[in-house]
């Protein structure tokens, strides 16, 4: 295949888009996401002639190749990934238009979909929620409990609109705009019979003794234990468990002797229900700072930006109290 423009000369920007039909961005998402023109094809309904077709009128619109073509499928080069993520950025926009035009056509407050960490699910993010519900009854809420790793990609990948977690990444600050909503404390819990519960001020030294519920590594709660640990020259000796699901841990904890730290007022709820106990340490266990998250340069929905508000008023009243 050849291209009729100049490999120096810069595209035109307006003139390739103004060329790009929703049906090219279609199969541009279709074929990201197989590596394949045959299951692309299917996937759009159309022949595998029909597909190459297509592909060489995007490149040739274009003027360059994005794909290089392998015996079992394709392969993007760096202009084809720049240019699938734009087709994905589109797409995504466009099914959130729809969704958030028809929510309003139907005398809908649109629609929000966001993260938070498990600290924020246990007091904040409900407290906002059900001020929400009072101020937009109608507002469609989708959230979604997570690591702030977890949640920062889903951001980029825009899969949520709004994140309540932490910047874990150096990197990070270039792609978002981070806003402190609160601090948050740690604490050490076990199950409702665990036998240090009655003791004073345990040490990390005596803590290493026992199995322990960790959070993956990466994660900002992780960050802590280990320092804890590494503090006192020790390592948990008895058996370790990884997870990133509180619901997981207090089960285990139930039924074994394990420890694990847990954001306070997670913990708070269930120590008073008589599922968990409070494990008494001297240890200085507070988390960093946590905020809102959106992405860098680009103005919230309505939705967001009510529910943001609603988040710093709420962050006040539960951060003047711990």
Not at 152 to 179: C, N, S
Request: hydrophobic share 45%; aromatic share 6%; net charge neutral.
């Amino acid at each position: 295949m050849t291209f009729a423009s100049d490999p120096g000369k810069p595209l035109s920007l307006a003139h390739a888009c103004a060329r790009l039909r929703f049906r090219h961005l279609q199969f541009l998402d279709a074929l990201g996401q197989t590596r394949n023109l045959r299951l692309a094809a299917e996937r759009l309904h159309i022949t595998q002639p029909a597909a190459t077709k297509v592909l060489a009128d995007i490149e040739e619109i274009l003027g360059t190749r994005l794909f290089d073509r392998l015996s079992r499928g394709v392969r993007p080069n760096e202009l084809g990934l720049f240019t699938l993520r734009y087709a994905s950025d589109v797409l995504g926009g466009q099914r959130k238009f729809v969704e958030e035009f028809n929510a309003l056509r139907a005398g809908g407050h649109g629609h929000l979909t966001l993260g938070g960490i498990s600290g924020s699910a246990a007091d904040l993010l409900p407290a906002a929620v059900a001020e929400m519900q009072r101020q937009r009854p109608l507002l469609v809420l989708q959230i979604f409990e997570q690591s702030s790793n977890q949640l920062a990609q889903w951001l980029a990948e825009r899969k949520i609109e709004v994140m309540v977690g932490r910047l874990t990444d150096p990197d990070q600050p270039a792609h978002f705009d981070y806003e402190r909503l609160m601090g948050e404390r740690l604490h050490v819990v076990g199950g409702p019979h665990h036998p240090l519960r009655l003791t004073q001020a345990v040490e990390a030294r005596e803590l290493a003794n026992w199995p322990w519920i960790l959070y993956p590594p990466g994660t900002a709660i992780r960050k802590v234990s280990d320092d804890i640990f590494e503090r006192a020259g020790l390592l948990p000796t008895s058996g370790v468990v990884e997870t990133p699901s509180f619901l997981f841990s207090m089960e285990l904890m139930q039924a074994t002797p394990m420890l694990t730290l847990a954001p306070a007022a997670l913990a708070d709820k269930y120590v008073s229900k008589g599922l968990l106990s409070r494990i008494p340490t001297d240890l200085p266990v507070r988390m960093p700072d946590y905020g809102v998250v959106t992405r860098l340069g680009e103005t919230p929905s309505p939705a967001a930006q009510a529910f943001i508000q609603v988040l710093r008023e709420q962050a006040k009243r539960f951060d003047a109290g711990h």
